[in-house]
């Protein structure tokens, strides 16, 4: 076979435009690309297809070459573009004069801009300020950089080009002052391959100076770093500059469901330096309130940093450097058969390849013109097709995918028509089904999750991936991707990707998510694989439920010291540690008033409670509570002790068991319980319920793994695996097995969930079919594992029943929410408060106190303009921490919300967190909180107390740290019923 | 175009989706996160095109259970009128959703003749013909002189100056049950009150928003809150026996409307009981000396009550009671959502959501239960066969 004619270097916009250039003019082109596609500057820019307006003073030219450009790009690849046209905006601060220069140059340069009432520019766009002097409209539009890249490759292959991702350019090899091959390597290592060559076009952006250098050329290109922050809505239609000189943080652009703010311009040593600071973000965010006054109110998904490569010859650097793009041939510098392609921006990209392979084809003597602005990039999706994929995708979004999709969408649509299950979103906030995913993951690279992400958009909305980056690799199992890392190894990748672009931004909103984030992945799933070094020895029986501790001194009970006012203590807060107070102070006669704001997450937790699975990295074995002498003197089990605690565990147990739910512990020296989870970790809990005990697992040599078609969050492959791997299971066999929905649940619209067969178990028929599913397992196996499914209120009677059954043991595993184990809890509890006489208010929403020196004589609550004011004789503060409200947080800033106790931060942001997502040491924002004395009132620095009559419980205290520590649950416990003891 | 806000405040969690009683029922409703916040960011996108938002009751338990505050049922009906947009509504919503207007119109027309002409096997036919299920509970008009009562209650003259109240009954406790409104006028004129009932106050409007006729409901809350707004200035107070009309002025105005398209600021509009603990609490009744009831009753906390975040003024209120024996039953949703569980293909979802609640009523062993929504006591009637009433209507009785 022979070598390509031309190997571009880059696969950016530029060189993915080169590459569609040549092959359409019969050129045999290969592209090689470091990352994957698109993983430079073509991705991390605003995604603006300029018109030309914001360059008409500076660069005339370049803004003449965006005006041409943004029509053709409009024309050959409508589906990279949302045509949402422009303002420029001059706010009431911004110099009027420059006004009057640029609407001149905008006519010189032959650019609409078209002036508009501000009045009616804000009736347009309601989030703009009131402050506007001047609109003029223009036709900037939004573009898809992945997109546009992507399909240009598409396009390029179809006409022969060949294309390796992943692959590093090591050597330019020269013959006679020509260019006579490159040497190339993989990712990873390995042998360096040589690839003979007559061109070599040096497209690599911002690291072109380094390719240059390769054939020891100098190519003076500087990478200038610019800020970008992407938000979680769209709250402008229109791409929105700001009219003036330009400057940092100018540009709005919507772009499907988010929209991307930015940028700045920071010269930087190096190419890959695309970190972000804290401060940067802070600074942009600053700027942008001018011409979007609530912009802080606004989620912020991510920070991201591109390169910008800019041709700076000259030393100009910054604003100042021409945005001009340069074609050099190197023959002048003595190399035949090299060109560099630089500067430039995005929407003149298809200009760029234009000019360059214009050069080369002189060069070939090849005489066949440019079609690339002729020609559709993608050919259209006939009607017929869009109808089908009207049935696949949902909600609305056919059209938006079929845009993704490119030419693909006619195999995504036959898969998913093949495989109806195959239509469940792996991603809800993007709406990525698993037909999609599956369809992108086989053009990956198997290198990374984010190959995955940017063809998709899976992981890039809402929830920033902590509910589909699991799903994401059980579906890489499912289809057998030959996958370069583990899954588990991907997963952690991307989350730790994601983190990087969250860090800078640790708080408010984005605090919030982290914090679920962790939940999911930390403290449930155990994916910082915090591992016994044995299985215990000793597994939960019907011996082995908590008895309680009698032990003298060991806290007070049921001595009514209550009167009979209305009520003695209002709790506020329904998550664990609310109830938990409740059930106490119930339990020792006292009225209590519990106040909820939402529904605590407990309903979406694993259900289990969790004592302590680790110090300080450290892992618990043996009697956790003999670890509480290595913890800080300020953490909360500190504060209680370990007699005090062990009573909480008894009396939780005591009181959900009477409930219907009997939570069991290791009968003997009490350690922690090893759950299977849905990521095929073990994850250490305290108490468990019948359900979940892993006995059987544990002694049995195959265990058969089962779930359910279409539910999409235990994959039964990925639990498996996960399971195999571990070397406590050295030797045992675990055998995935997937059952086929019951016919009532198929088909219905919504993805299926482990709540929806639980209820379904519990409805009459529910059980029989599913042993029928599971019998034929029974002979093969000696044990199950299953989701949470066995029912949401009798679920011991159901789990025995089964077992009795099938005559093996059958474990179920730990699920992401929205699991049932957590809902199980929940449900008990409210049945035990109920039962103890304890009074719920629920949504009610705690603003503010009322305080007379250092007491709380009444919580205030407002709705609507209308107030009440719920007074007792003391209070029991649980409101959570940044997830659950209880603490507020701004930049550099936490406080408790209701009596703003001010809370002692880090300094400096960047010391809120670790580099790394998943630390074994915690995060210092993880460990925030009220700090408090043994009675756990609130204290000030001096351990004076603040207020007599409060006491604080659960993950608002401050010095722990539920996600390393695996600890949420049992903190929420241990202090709700010490704070009970004590109200 | 409609009004778009905020759905940043939502984390994806899926706690409202575990709480929803319409996606326990229904794996047809995707689930209040996907069609609320979630599919908000695409309809901003310019996607209007779910079905499944179809599916809400708009019960609100999702804005109850939410963790970060987010008021999703808003999204979803919002979603619903951009999504029937363009497209017919059904006669059963428009049905529904005008019965205010029908109950204003049919103001001088006797009882029998109203409750015989809505109820007569050929109309239930017809009616089921329509929409509205055959097996679904109406509820029936009250005598006229009772509704013109209501309307214009008789003036009381009594010496000195007085507070005033505005009451703002509501279609259910204008039409169907005026006599809860007649308890609470007794009750507010022990009180020490003179009570209006204003002529402006039309029909809330929630009926229409739930049949996606946002149009019409936003004319009505440009006159209610015009009026609101009028008797706020003079320093009178609005209260409404009717915890879902009480929500709907009170906050879900300025959630569903712009304030360009309803112009008036917003005012606070009372939950009757809420108001009536507050007298309570102030020593302006006198609940002690009420005689004293041995009864056991159970008491229901409607949806919309709880959504109000006020607590559980009813149930706070019938304990102080002397004798009274209350149970909070605690148990979720009615399943009728107001008119939801009345309309076909929605009938066996009200009533499976419903039969949870129903079988805590039974098992707590009361002949009665209080509820402070009439469509609530007309569903636990539906249900149970036991007797219902407002709690006020309660203590109108004790304190005679």
């Known amino acids: 076979m022979n070598g390509p004619t031309v190997v571009i270097v880059g696969g950016g916009a530029t060189g993915a435009g080169m590459a569609r250039d040549l092959a359409m003019r019969g050129i045999f082109c290969l592209l090689v690309e470091q990352g994957d596609l698109c993983a430079g500057a073509s991705s991390r820019f605003h995604g603006l297809l300029h018109s030309g307006a914001r360059y008409v003073v500076s660069d005339p030219e370049a803004a003449r070459e965006c005006v041409s450009e943004n029509a053709v790009l409009r024309r050959i690849a409508p589906e990279c573009i949302e045509e949402t046209e422009g303002f420029f905006v001059r706010h009431a601060q911004d110099n009027p004069a420059w006004e009057t220069c640029w609407t001149s140059a905008c006519v010189r340069c032959g650019i609409a801009a078209v002036e508009l009432d501000p009045k009616e520019a804000i009736r347009m766009e309601p989030a703009l300020t009131s402050d506007v002097r001047a609109v003029y409209r223009v036709p900037d539009s939004a573009v898809d950089g992945f997109r546009m890249v992507c399909h240009n490759v598409m396009a390029a292959k179809r006409y022969g080009a060949k294309v390796q991702t992943y692959t590093r350019l090591t050597g330019i090899e020269t013959e006679n002052g020509r260019v006579s091959g490159v040497w190339t390597q993989c990712r990873g290592g390995g042998e360096k391959t040589f690839i003979p060559c007559d061109y070599v076009v040096n497209a690599a952006g911002a690291w072109a100076g380094e390719t240059a250098r390769l054939a020891g050329l100098d190519v003076s290109v500087s990478p200038d770093r610019g800020l970008l922050l992407a938000f979680n809505h769209r709250f402008t239609e229109r791409v929105i500059n700001r009219l003036r000189k330009p400057s940092d943080g100018d540009i709005f652009v919507p772009h499907g469901t988010v929209v991307i703010y930015g940028t ?143 030419e693909g969408l006619e195999d995504v649509i036959v898969h998913a028509e093949q495989r109806p299950w195959k239509k469940t979103l792996l991603c809800e906030c993007e709406l990525v089904t698993f037909a999609e995913f599956e369809a992108a993951a086989a053009q990956s690279s198997g290198l990374s999750l984010g190959d995955i992400r940017r063809r998709t958009r899976m992981g890039m909305g809402t929830c920033q991936g902590n509910f589909c980056a ?155 509570f003999a670890w509480f002498d290595r913890l800080d003197p300020s953490h909360p089990y500190a504060l209680i002790g370990a007699c005090e605690a062990a009573s909480a565990m008894d009396f939780i147990a005591l009181k959900v068991g009477e409930a219907g739910l009997p939570l069991r512990a290791l009968a003997k020296n009490r350690g922690n319980i090893w759950l299977p989870t849905a990521a095929g970790t073990l994850k250490p809990a305290f108490l468990i319920s019948p359900g979940m005990s892993p006995q059987g697992l544990y002694v049995a040599e195959t265990t058969a793994v089962v779930g359910l078609r279409g539910m999409k969050d235990f994959a039964p492959r990925l639990v498996a695996r996960g399971l195999s791997e571990n070397p406590l299971f050295t030797g045992k066999t675990f055998l995935p097995v997937i059952l086929e929905l019951p016919g009532r649940l198929q088909g219905g619209g919504r993805d299926v969930t482990a709540l929806d067969i639980a209820r379904f178990v519990e409805m009459p028929g529910g059980l029989d079919w599913l042993c029928g599913e599971l019998s034929p397992l029974s002979s093969k196996t000696q044990a199950l594992l299953l989701p949470p499914l066995l029912g949401l209120r009798d679920t011991a009677f159901i789990h025995e029943k089964l077992e009795k059954k099938l005559g093996l043991p059958v474990v179920e595993g730990v699920c992401p929410p929205p699991a049932v184990s957590g809902l199980r809890l929940q449900h008990a509890l409210f049945r035990a408060l109920g039962k103890a006489g304890v009074t719920i208010f629920d949504n009610v929403t705690v603003v503010r106190a009322l305080v007379e020196g250092r007491f709380c004589r009444g919580l205030v609550v407002r709705q609507s303009g209308i107030q009440r004011i719920f007074s007792a004789k003391s209070y029991i503060i649980a409101t959570g921490g940044f997830y659950g409200n209880g603490i507020a947080s701004q930049p550099g800033q936490a406080v408790e919300r209701i009596f703003n106790i001010p809370i002692s931060v880090p300094q400096y942001p960047e010391n809120w967190s670790r580099e790394r997502f998943f630390s074994r040491k915690a995060h210092a924002f993880a460990s925030l909180g009220v700090a408090v004395n043994r009675d756990l009132q609130a204290v000030d620095e001096e351990e004076e107390v603040l207020l007599h009559n409060v006491h604080f419980a659960g993950r608002i205290l401050q010095g722990h740290d539920f996600a390393t520590e695996k600890s949420g649950s049992g903190v929420a416990v241990v202090t709700g019923y010490a704070a009970g003891g004590k109200a | ?351 499976q959501t419903g039969a949870t609640l129903f079988s805590a009523i039974a098992e707590s062993g009361t002949e009665r ?20 009433m407002h709690p006020l209507s309660l203590l109108a009785g004790v304190l005679q």
Not at chain 1, 272 to 278: K, L, P
Not at chain 1, 600 to 619: F, H, K, M, P, W
Not at chain 2, 126 to 133: E, H, K, P, T
Not at chain 2, 371 to 382: K, L, P, Q, Y
């Open chain 1, 470 to 624: 699991l799903r994401a690799c059980a579906a890489l199992l499912e289809i057998d991707v030959p996958a370069v890392l583990s899954p588990r190894l991907m997963l952690e990748h991307f989350l730790e990707e994601r983190w990087h672009g969250v860090r800078p931004l640790l708080w408010g909103r984005q605090l919030r998510e982290v914090e679920l984030e962790r939940g999911i992945y930390a403290a449930l799933l155990n994916l910082d694989e915090i591992l016994p070094d044995a299985l215990p020895a000793c597994i939960p029986d019907d011996a082995g439920a908590v008895r309680p501790t009698e032990a003298p001194g060991c806290g007070e009970r049921g001595n009514a010291r209550y009167s009979s006012g209305r009520y003695d203590v209002v709790v506020v807060g329904a998550g664990l540690a609310g109830l938990t107070a409740a059930l106490r102070i119930a339990d020792r006669g006292g009225n209590v008033l519990l106040l909820a704001s939402g529904a605590g997450v407990i309903a979406v937790s694993g259900g289990s409670i969790d004592l302590l699975g680790a110090v300080n990295g450290e892992i618990v074995s043996g009697d956790p």
């Open chain 1, 264 to 406: 700045t311009s920071v010269p930087v040593q190096h190419p890959d330096d695309i970190s972000v600071e804290a401060d940067e973000a802070l600074r942009l965010l600053e700027d942008g309130e001018t011409l979007f006054p609530r912009l802080r109110d606004y989620r912020i998904l991510r920070a991201f940093a591109g390169t910008r490569p800019l041709y700076t010859p000259d030393a100009a650097s910054g604003r100042a450097a021409t945005r001009n793009f340069v074609i050099l041939d190197h023959k002048e510098a003595g190399l035949q058969g090299m060109i560099t392609v630089t500067g430039g921006k995005f929407t003149s990209f298809r200009l760029m390849a234009e000019k360059a392979a214009d050069l080369l084809c002189s060069k070939l003597g090849v005489n066949i013109p440019c079609r690339t602005a002729d020609e559709p990039l993608m050919p259209r999706p006939s009607k017929s097709l869009l109808r089908r994929a009207r049935n696949v995708f949902p909600a609305g979004g056919s059209g938006l995918v079929a845009a993704r999709l490119g």
């Open chain 2, 369 to 388: 239960c209080l509820s402070e929504c009439g469509a609530c006591r007309a569903g636990i009637t539906h249900g149970t066969g036991l007797a219902t």
């Open chain 2, 1 to 351: 175009m409609f009004h778009h806000f905020n759905p940043d405040e939502c984390t994806a969690c899926t706690v409202c989706t575990v709480h929803c009683p319409v996606a326990a029922a229904t794996s047809r409703f995707r689930g209040p996160k996907m069609t609320g916040p979630a599919f908000e960011r695409f309809r901003l996108f310019g996607l209007h095109d779910d079905a499944s938002v179809e599916y809400c009751s708009n019960c609100k338990n999702c804005d109850i259970s939410c963790p970060s505050g987010v008021p999703v049922s808003t999204f979803n009906m919002l979603a619903r009128a951009a999504y029937r947009k363009g497209k017919k509504t059904p006669p059963g919503d428009l049905l529904t959703g005008f019965s205010g207007d029908i109950g204003r119109f049919a103001r001088h027309i006797p009882a029998f003749l109203l409750n015989f002409g809505m109820k007569n096997p050929l109309s239930r036919l017809l009616l089921d013909a329509v929409g509205l299920d055959r097996r679904a509970p109406l509820p029936s008009f009250a005598p006229m002189s009772q509704r013109r009562r209501l309307a214009s209650p008789p003036r009381v003259e009594k010496a000195g100056a007085r507070d005033i109240v505005a009451l703002f009954p509501g279609c259910f406790v204008s039409y169907y049950e005026p006599k809860v409104g007649l308890d609470i006028i007794f009750l507010l004129e022990k009180a020490g009150y003179d009570v209006i009932v204003s002529e402006s106050f039309v029909c809330c409007g929630l009926p229409l928003l739930c049949g996606g006729l946002m149009e019409a409901a936003q004319r009505r809350a440009r006159r209610n809150r015009r009026e609101v707004a009028r008797l706020t200035e003079q320093g009178i107070p609005v209260i409404s026996p009717c915890p879902s009309c009480a929500l709907m002025v009170g906050k879900e105005y300025q959630e569903l409307f712009s304030e360009d398209n309803i112009g008036s600021p917003a005012g606070p509009v009372h939950e009757a009981t809420s108001f009536v603990l507050s007298l309570v609490e102030e020593g302006r009744i006198d609940v002690t000396t009420a005689r004293p009831s041995a009864e056991r009753f159970a008491y229901h906390a409607p949806c919309h009550l709880r959504a109000l975040g006020m607590g559980r003024p009813g149930f706070e209120l019938l304990r102080q009671i002397p004798g009274a024996h209350i149970t909070d039953v605690n148990a979720g949703c009615c399943g009728l959502a107001g008119s939801y569980g009345m309309k076909k293909k929605r009938y066996e979802i009200g009533a």
